[in-house]
Structure formats: structure tokens, C-alpha cells
């Protein structure tokens, strides 16, 4: 009977893979238009699109901190990206655990 | 499958922002209400792992790329409840952070690879499992046929939305053969990527894969027993 892998290792291992992916596989991914891309531009209403409100931001396209293309700045918003999904995915959870424990408090208390 | 600004207009984002506000916070509560300490590192580990894998697009044809959408990964990981608060999280971060993803067209985004792919990808992948004889070769199969099937849906209900509340006139069965049509190739690859990520953490957690959890939790015996 083989050892079970601790959910620690396995959240950190998770995540490795995850920045693996982010920065040294994302910065050679098919820059082709994607399914919906496609279809818009063969039904006739891709130009339908209008700029998106960040378009100029610090992150904007997946680029952080080189122009538009690089591998660098694809790498670093991917490792960006992960680590504010974790944190924000985390966080949400936890909140709404917390409110919800602090919310039954009281109901538990009356069980003996 | 991200919905830019301008495809759809402004009642229609309006609602599906509605829906996707209503279905969040109740599947907050309910992640909330979970007594498993497990769902705080789970939530953050698959929210970043679906960021991550949606950055790979890789080809279809004909000068056409897909990309995972991770609904149907993310709830046969953590379950429905859980999976609809990682989508968010994902496609949130994707348009205030990348801007991937409009705006005006986070709510439509959210019920389109939020809850759509995520209600089919939990739906097959259940049904499978309760099918199928208990099995870690079942499990991988149940969760490639899900996640092909969720894309697929999630593209038919794109062009629903659009034939309702796109800012052009396409008639819909036209609109709905072209996204299928692209998307059944899209959904191998979301196959492919699913049942590889589910194999991998079959092998050494078979009790972190959630759903139909009393089903999957028949393999783990089987599995630490070899």
C-alpha cells in the first residue's frame, strides 16, 4: 500500500505545474484566432467587437512589462496571472467560509 | 470562447450579468457552507491551474486555435458549487487583469464557460460515473466525453444568446452549425487536456476528485491496494 500524497504536497505540486505551464509553455500557444474569433470573422461580425476598456492597461493581451509578443512579458503575466487566480480563488473561499461560520455561531451553540 | 465587448447588447449583458451575479452568490454560500477544510487550497490551486491551462491555445483547423475552457475539469475537481466560483475568479481575473474578455461581457462570459459548461460538464460526468463500472480507466473516460460535450454545449448556447441579443442579425441554426462546427474540434482538445489532469491526479489523490464523490470514492480502495 503506497503512502498517500499530503494535500500540501499535492496543492504545491499543483501549482508548480501551473507556473510551468503559465510562463515556458504559454509563450509558444497557437496565436491563431481562436472558435469564436473564427466564426465571427466568417459570419460577418467580428467588427462588431469594440476595444476593451483596459486594452491599454499594464497587463493588457497577457504582456506585462515588454511590448506586445515576447515570451518575457507572455511568461510574466502568466506567473502574474496564476498567483492572483490562487490568491483571489483562495480568498473568496475562505471569506465565505467565515461569514458563514460566524453566522451559524450562535444556531451551534444551542446544540447541546 | 471569451465574448468580446460588442458582440452583445446591452439588456442581454444586462441579464446575463444578473444571472451570473445570482448563480455565484449562491454557489459562494453553498462553497461556504462546506465543512471540508480542503475547498480553501482546492478552490485556489484549480482556479489557477484553469488560468493556466487557458493560456495554451493549441491549433485546429484550418488557422484556427481552442483553448481549454476548464468548466467541466473544474467540476469534476471540486464540484459544481466550487467549479462556478473558480470560473468567475478565472474569467474575472482574465477581464480586469488581461483584458481578455469584455467587460460589458463578464456575465455573458460567466454563463457561458461558468455555468453552462460547468452545469454539462458535472451533469455527463455524473451520469457516466453512475453508468459505468467503478474504475479508474472509467473515471478518465467519464471526464473526456464531459468536458468534449460542455465545450460543445457551451457553443450552442453562445449562439442562442447571440440570436437574442447579438448586436447583428445571424439566423441562428447558421450561427449554431458554424460554432459547433469549430467546436467539436475545440472539445477534443478540452478532452484530451481534462482526461490527462484528471489520469494524473486519479493516480495519486483519487479522493480529490469530487463529483459523484461517493461514486469516485469506491476507486480509492481499489487504487491503494495495488
Redesign the interface.
Known amino acids: 500500500m503506497k503512502r498517500q500524497t499530503s494535500l500540501r504536497a499535492f496543492v504545491i505540486a499543483g501549482l508548480l505545474v501551473a507556473v510551468a505551464l503559465a510562463t515556458l509553455v504559454s509563450p509558444w500557444a497557437n496565436s491563431n484566432p481562436d472558435g469564436l474569433e473564427r466564426v465571427a470573422m466568417d459570419e460577418g461580425f467580428a467588427g462588431q467587437a469594440t476595444d476593451h476598456a483596459l486594452a491599454s492597461g499594464p497587463a493588457a493581451d497577457y504582456q506585462i512589462g515588454v511590448s506586445s509578443g515576447e515570451a518575457w512579458g507572455t511568461a510574466a503575466a502568466g506567473l502574474v496571472g496564476v498567483a492572483v487566480t490562487f490568491c483571489v480563488g483562495a480568498g473568496l473561499v475562505a471569506m465565505a467560509r467565515r461569514r458563514r461560520s460566524s453566522h451559524t455561531r450562535r444556531s451551534d451553540a444551542m446544540v447541546p | ?7 452583445i447588447d446591452g439588456p442581454t449583458s444586462l441579464a446575463a450579468a444578473a444571472v451570473a451575479a445570482g448563480a455565484v452568490t449562491v454557489a ?2 453553498r ?4 465543512l471540508d477544510d ?16 487557458q ?6 483547423a ?6 481549454l475552457l476548464g468548466g467541466a475539469l473544474a467540476a469534476i475537481l471540486v464540484g459544481p458549487a ?1 467549479a462556478i ?2 470560473m468567475t ?2 474569467l ?3 477581464a ?5 474578455g ?2 460589458s461581457a463578464l456575465g455573458v462570459n460567466i454563463v457561458l464557460m461558468g455555468l453552462v459548461a460547468v452545469a454539462v460538464g458535472h451533469g455527463v460526468f455524473t451520469i457516466l460515473v453512475r453508468v459505468l463500472p467503478v474504475g479508474q480507466r472509467q473515471i478518465v473516460a467519464a471526464s473526456a466525453i464531459a468536458a468534449w460535450t460542455s465545450v460543445v454545449v457551451a ?1 450552442i448556447a ?1 449562439s442562442v444568446i447571440f440570436s437574442f441579443g ?3 442579425e ?1 439566423p441562428m441554426a ?2 449554431t452549425g ?2 459547433v462546427g ?2 467539436v ?2 472539445g477534443v482538445g478540452e478532452a484530451i487536456i481534462t482526461a490527462m489532469t484528471v489520469a494524473a491526479i486519479v493516480a ?2 483519487p479522493d ?1 476528485i469530487h463529483a459523484g464523490s461517493t461514486r469516485t470514492a469506491q476507486v480509492s480502495p481499489a487504487v ?2 495495488r
Open positions: 470562447m471569451h465574448v468580446p465587448d460588442g458582440f459562494l454560500r462553497a461556504g457552507s462546506t480542503r475547498v480553501v487550497p482546492l478552490a485556489g490551486l484549480v482556479s489557477a491551474f484553469v488560468f493556466a491551462l493560456m495554451l491555445n493549441f491549433p485546429v484550418g488557422g484556427t486555435s481552442g483553448h466550487l466560483v473558480v475568479v478565472v474575472g481575473v482574465q480586469l487583469v488581461f483584458a481578455d469584455g467587460l457553443s453562445f447579438g448586436t447583428v445571424i447558421t450561427l458554424a460554432m469549430v467546436h474540434l475545440v495519486v489523490r480529490l491503494s491496494s
